[in-house]
C-alpha cells in the first residue's frame, strides 16, 4: 500500500473535515478557481469548500491563514474554518467545536449589578462595588433585617468570582491582541481601523511604508485616503459599504483599488475587513482591515495577459497549423494555418466551441493510408502521452509532421493540443542534404587528401581514410592520441609546437614536412593547417588537409636530373633544338649544334630571332617564316637549308606546345634534324618500289600464264591414265599387268594435286588482283551445311561423317554461297585429314550474327605456329607426310573477309582445333558493303 493511499485512508478516520486544493487559472477570463485534489469523508458529509471562494483566494493571494468560527446546516453545529496556504495548495479545514460556558458579556455584568443594587439596601453586610481604580463606587450600609445578610454574603462571593473571570478574559484578550500586533507587525501586509461612530482612521505604519510616506505626509485621515486614490478607481468603489455596515447589513468587505506612491507609481491594494467591535448597545464599532500590496501580482497578471495575448498571436502566425482541444474534445484555439493545411473552409473564431470528435474521421482522404491515420488518433486520444516528431504521408506525395501534447493541470486531464507542419521541402532537402553529406562524406573518404582534427592539447578526434593510408596507422590506432607523439617520432617538435600556437591565434599556412610512417617509409607531406573553431567563435584545436608530396618531391629530383641530361644531350646532340616564347617570336633557348650548322652565333638569333632565316634556302624562306610567325599551336615542315659551304641540306622540324601541370600551354618547343640522307634514300627506295611493283605485275601475269600452260599437257596427262584405268577394267582374258593399274592410279593422284595446286595458285592471284566477285544471296546457312555434307562427306571409305549440331533459331544470312561452300569444304576436308574421328560442325545463331564451328579431335596445331597459320604456303611443323599445299587457309580467310567476317582459330596441340566463322546476320550492319 503507498504512502498516498495510507495518508488517505488515516484522514478518513478523523472527526476533523479536511481538504487540498489546488489553483486552476483560465487565460481567457483572467479568473482563478480552486478545484479539489482530496477531500475526507468527514466534510465531503458537512459542506463543499466552493462557497469559500473568495476567502480561498485571498489566502492564496496573500499566504496569509484565515479561521472564522462558523454554524453550518442543517445541524447548526458550530465549527471552526482555518484555511492555509502550503506552498501551491491550500489546506481546508473543518474542526467541530464543544459547548461550553458562555464568556461573560457586559450585559450580564450590568444585570448582575442591577441586582445588587436592588438587594443591598436590605442586606445586613455593607457592600462596595469597586471600579479599576479600586475606589468603592457605592457603599451599604447593613440594616438590621440579619436575614438577608447571608444573601449579600452569596451574592458578594459571585460578585468577586465575575470579577476574577472578567480579569482572566481581559488579560487573555491584551495577550491575543499583543500576539496579533506582533503576527501583524511580521507579516507584509498593512492594517487599517475605522470607527464607524467617530470617523477615526487608524493606519499601521506598513501601509505609509509601502508607499513611502512619513506620518506627516500621509495622516490617518480618510481625506489624505482621497487624496492619494487613483482617479479611475474612484467612482468603481462601493462607498455604500460603510453605510451597510452601520446599518450592521454588512460584517466584511473586499475591494481592490490603487493609491499614488511618494514616487508618483501607484500601487494596487487588496483591502479585506470586516466588523470587529461593537458598541455596548449592540451597534457596529469598528471595522479592522488588513491591506495586500498586490501591486507585483497585478504586474504578474499584467504580464500574464499580455503574454497570453502574445502566445494569441504567436499561435495565430505560426506557420504551423495548431489545434487545441479540451477534455471534450471542443475546441478551444484553432489556427489560420491549421485551416489552411485541411482545406477547412472555415475561419477560427468559427471553429472555435465547435465538437472535434469527428475530425479525424472527415480529414483521412487527405492521408496516403486513411484507416491508419483514424486509428493513430485514436490511440494517442486513448494513451495520452505526448507524441512528438511523427510523420504522415499524404495521398497527394506531401508530408506532415504531428505532434500530440496532452494538457494536465493538478494532474487532470484538461484536453491536448495538436501540431501540424507541412515538412514536404524539408524532407526533400533532408534527402538532399543526406545525399550531398553521403556524396562529400564518400569523397573525403575516398580522395588522396588526408584530413587530421586536434584539440588544444594535440590530440587527435578525428581524421579520414586517406590519413590512415598515409600514416600507415588504422583509425582507432590515431583517435585520442597525441598527434606529434605518434607522427613525429621525436622529430620537428619545435616546429609543430609553434604551428600549434599560432593557431590559436587564428594562423592559418602551408608548410612541408618530412616525416616517416609506420612502415618506416620516408615521406613528404605538405600540410596546410588551419584554426578549428566551435559554434561560440572559440578555437578548439586545429585542422590539417594533408597532401602526400612525396612523388611530387621525387619528381622535382628527377627533374633536376633530366634537366642535367637535358643540357648533356641537348648540346651534344646533331640535331636543331630550341624553346622559344608562346606568342612572341623569342627564342628562349637554341643548343650549340644551331651555330654549327648554319654558322649564326646563338647570342646573335637571341637579339634578334629572325636572324635564323637566313641560312633557310630563298626557295622555302617566306614559308618559313610564316610558319615561324603564325600562332598555329604545332608545325610540321621540310625544307632546305645552306650551310656555310653553301651545300644543300634538307632540314624536317617540329614544333609542339609545352603545357604546365594543368595542361595550359607555356612554351614552343621546337627540333630541326638534318633528313638529306633520308631524302636520298627515300629516292632510291621510291625507284626500288617502283621495280618491284613491276616485278610483282610480271610474276602475276606469270603465275596466270603458267597456270593455263600447265592445265593443258596435265589434261592430256589424266585422259592417258582414265583410259589405262578403262583397258585395266575389260573382260577377263585381257592382259593386266599389276603394275600397270598403280602406276596409272599414283598417276590420277599427282595430277589430282597439282590440278588443286594449280587451282588455289590461281584463286590467290585473282584475290590479289581484286577479280574474285560475290554474288550475295539471302542463304539458309544450316540448309546450305547439309547438302555440303550430304554432296561430299556422306559416302567416305573410311565410315567417318559430319557431326552437324545448330544452336538458336535460324535466320538467313547474306553471303556468297560458293565462297562460303568453298571455305567449310576446305575446313571440313582438313579435320577429316588431321584426325581419325568424326569432325562436329556447329551452327549457332547469336543476336545479330552466326557462328560456324569446325571442329576436330585430331594433331592440334603447336601454340608457336598459330600466329603464322594463314599465311601463304605455311604449314605446321608437326603435319609429317599429309600431303597439303600450305594455300587452303590462306584462301579461306580471304574469302572470309571477303564476306564481311572473320576466321578464328583455337587450337592445342595433341587434343584438336576449332575454326570459328563469324558472319553478320540479315539484320545485322554489312560492313562489306557488297
Avoid at 504512502?3 to 487559472?25: C, M, N, S, Y
Avoid at 604546365?660 to 634534324?673: F, I, N, Q, Y
Wanted: aromatic share 8%.
Amino acid at each position: 500500500m503507498s504512502i498516498h493511499t495510507r495518508l488517505e485512508r488515516w484522514l478518513d478516520t478523523l472527526d476533523q473535515g479536511v481538504a487540498f486544493l489546488k489553483p486552476v487559472f483560465n487565460p481567457d477570463t483572467h479568473t482563478t478557481s480552486f478545484q479539489c485534489q482530496y477531500v475526507n469523508t468527514a466534510l465531503a458529509s458537512w459542506t463543499s469548500p466552493k462557497q469559500w471562494n473568495e476567502q480561498l483566494q485571498t489566502v492564496f493571494d496573500t499566504g496569509q491563514p484565515w479561521e472564522q468560527i462558523l454554524q453550518l446546516p442543517p445541524t447548526n453545529r458550530w465549527f471552526q474554518l482555518r484555511l492555509t496556504r502550503l506552498d501551491d495548495e491550500l489546506v481546508f479545514s473543518l474542526q467541530p467545536q464543544l459547548s461550553g460556558i458562555d464568556t461573560p458579556t457586559a450585559g450580564t455584568l450590568q444585570q448582575t449589578d442591577q441586582v445588587l443594587q436592588a438587594v443591598s439596601p436590605t442586606s445586613p453586610t455593607g457592600l462596595a462595588l469597586l471600579p479599576p481604580g479600586g475606589q468603592p463606587e457605592t457603599i451599604f450600609q447593613p440594616t438590621v433585617e440579619d436575614g438577608l445578610s447571608q444573601e449579600v454574603e452569596q451574592l458578594r462571593a459571585e460578585k468577586r468570582q465575575l470579577e476574577a473571570v472578567i480579569r482572566q478574559q481581559q488579560e487573555e484578550i491584551a495577550q491575543q491582541q499583543q500576539r496579533c500586533q506582533v503576527a501583524l507587525e511580521s507579516v507584509s501586509d498593512a492594517t487599517w481601523e475605522y470607527n464607524l461612530r467617530t470617523g477615526e482612521v487608524l493606519r499601521s505604519a506598513r501601509f505609509r511604508e509601502i508607499l513611502g510616506y512619513t506620518l506627516d505626509e500621509f495622516p490617518d485621515t480618510m481625506e489624505a485616503w482621497e487624496d492619494r486614490l487613483y482617479p479611475g478607481d474612484r467612482e468603481a468603489l462601493p462607498w455604500h459599504v460603510l453605510d451597510a455596515y452601520r446599518s450592521a447589513t454588512r460584517d466584511s468587505h473586499s475591494v481592490a483599488y490603487r493609491i499614488r506612491a511618494k514616487d508618483g507609481t501607484y500601487k494596487h491594494f487588496l483591502d479585506r475587513g470586516r466588523l470587529w467591535q461593537w458598541s455596548a448597545d449592540g451597534k457596529p464599532l469598528l471595522i479592522v482591515s488588513t491591506i495586500t500590496d498586490m501591486t507585483n501580482q497585478k504586474t504578474m497578471e499584467e504580464t500574464l495577459r499580455l503574454d497570453a495575448n502574445r502566445q494569441r498571436n504567436l499561435i495565430a502566425n505560426l506557420q504551423e497549423g495548431i489545434l487545441f482541444e479540451d477534455e471534450q474534445r471542443t475546441i478551444v484555439l484553432v489556427n489560420q494555418h491549421f485551416c489552411d493545411l485541411f482545406a477547412i473552409p472555415a475561419t477560427p473564431d468559427q471553429l472555435r466551441g465547435m465538437d472535434c470528435s469527428g475530425m479525424a474521421e472527415q480529414s483521412k482522404h487527405y492521408f496516403k493510408e486513411p484507416a491508419v491515420f483514424v486509428d493513430r488518433v485514436a490511440h494517442l486520444l486513448l494513451e495520452q502521452k505526448p507524441v512528438t516528431g511523427e510523420e504522415l504521408e499524404l495521398a497527394d506525395g506531401r508530408i506532415f509532421e504531428r505532434d500530440y501534447v496532452p494538457i494536465f493541470m493538478d494532474g487532470v486531464y484538461a484536453g491536448h493540443l495538436w501540431k501540424y507542419a507541412d515538412i514536404t521541402s524539408r524532407k526533400r532537402n533532408e534527402a538532399l542534404a543526406m545525399y550531398q553529406k553521403e556524396k562529400y562524406q564518400r569523397i573525403i573518404e575516398n580522395m588522396n587528401l588526408g584530413l587530421l582534427e586536434v584539440d588544444r592539447d594535440d590530440r587527435i578526434v578525428y581524421t579520414n581514410q586517406s590519413f590512415c593510408d598515409m600514416s600507415g596507422y588504422a583509425y582507432d590506432e590515431l583517435v585520442g592520441n597525441i598527434a606529434k607523439d605518434m607522427l613525429l617520432n621525436g622529430q620537428h617538435l619545435d616546429v609543430m609546437s609553434e604551428k600549434n600556437n599560432s593557431r590559436l591565434t587564428g594562423a592559418m599556412d602551408a608548410y612541408e614536412l618530412a616525416i616517416n610512417n609506420k612502415r618506416g617509409e620516408a615521406k613528404w607531406w605538405l600540410i596546410s593547417g588551419a584554426p578549428l573553431y566551435a559554434d561560440t567563435g572559440e578555437v578548439i584545436g586545429s585542422t590539417g588537409v594533408v597532401l602526400d608530396i612525396t612523388r611530387q618531391k621525387q619528381l622535382e629530383s628527377e627533374l633536376r636530373e633530366s634537366e642535367q641530361r637535358f643540357r648533356e644531350i641537348a648540346e651534344n646532340v646533331d640535331e636543331l633544338f630550341w624553346i622559344r616564347d608562346l606568342h612572341a617570336p623569342k627564342f628562349l633557348y637554341m643548343n650549340p649544334t644551331f651555330e654549327r650548322f648554319s654558322g649564326i652565333r646563338v647570342e646573335e638569333l637571341y637579339r634578334n630571332p629572325l636572324r635564323f632565316a637566313d641560312f633557310v634556302h630563298q626557295d622555302d624562306r617566306a614559308a618559313v617564316l610564316a610558319a615561324f610567325l603564325s600562332d598555329e599551336p604545332g608545325m610540321n615542315a621540310t625544307f632546305r637549308v645552306v650551310n656555310p659551304e653553301g651545300t644543300i641540306h634538307w632540314v624536317r622540324a617540329k614544333v609542339v606546345l609545352l603545357t604546365d601541370e594543368t595542361g595550359v600551354p607555356r612554351r614552343r618547343l621546337g627540333v630541326a634534324s638534318d633528313i638529306t640522307a633520308v631524302i636520298e634514300n627515300e629516292h632510291i627506295l621510291e625507284a626500288s618500289l617502283a621495280r618491284e611493283r613491276e616485278l610483282n605485275g610480271l610474276k602475276s601475269q606469270f603465275i596466270a600464264t603458267a597456270s593455263h600452260q600447265f592445265r593443258t599437257p596435265l589434261m592430256a596427262i589424266t585422259s592417258s591414265a582414265e583410259l589405262i584405268r578403262y583397258y585395266s577394267a575389260l573382260p577377263t582374258g585381257t592382259l593386266k599387268p599389276p603394275l600397270f593399274l598403280k602406276q596409272a592410279e599414283a598417276i590420277l593422284k599427282q595430277v589430282s594435286w597439282l590440278e588443286e595446286l594449280m587451282t588455289d595458285t590461281l584463286t590467290l592471284s585473282k584475290i590479289e588482283e581484286g577479280k574474285v566477285t560475290l554474288r550475295r544471296e539471302e542463304l539458309d546457312v544450316v540448309g546450305l551445311c547439309q547438302t555440303l555434307i550430304g554432296d561430299t562427306f556422306s559416302e567416305r571409305s573410311d565410315g567417318r561423317q559430319v557431326d552437324l549440331v545448330v544452336v538458336g533459331s535460324p535466320v538467313s544470312v547474306r553471303a556468297d554461297r560458293t565462297l562460303l561452300s568453298h571455305v567449310l569444304q576446305n575446313l571440313l576436308s582438313n579435320a577429316f585429314k588431321y584426325a581419325a574421328t568424326n569432325p562436329q560442325l556447329t551452327v549457332q545463331y547469336d543476336p545479330g550474327r552466326v557462328m560456324l564451328a569446325v571442329e576436330d579431335k585430331g594433331i592440334g596445331i603447336p601454340a608457336n605456329e598459330l600466329p603464322l597459320l594463314f599465311g601463304k604456303f605455311f604449314r605446321a611443323s608437326n603435319v609429317h607426310s599429309i600431303q597439303g599445299s600450305g594455300l587452303g587457309l590462306a584462301i579461306c580467310r580471304e574469302y572470309v573477309q571477303l564476306l564481311g567476317g572473320t576466321l578464328e582459330v583455337a587450337s592445342t596441340e595433341g587434343v584438336g582445333t576449332t575454326f570459328r566463322i563469324l558472319l553478320q546476320t540479315s539484320g545485322g550492319t554489312d560492313s562489306s558493303g557488297g
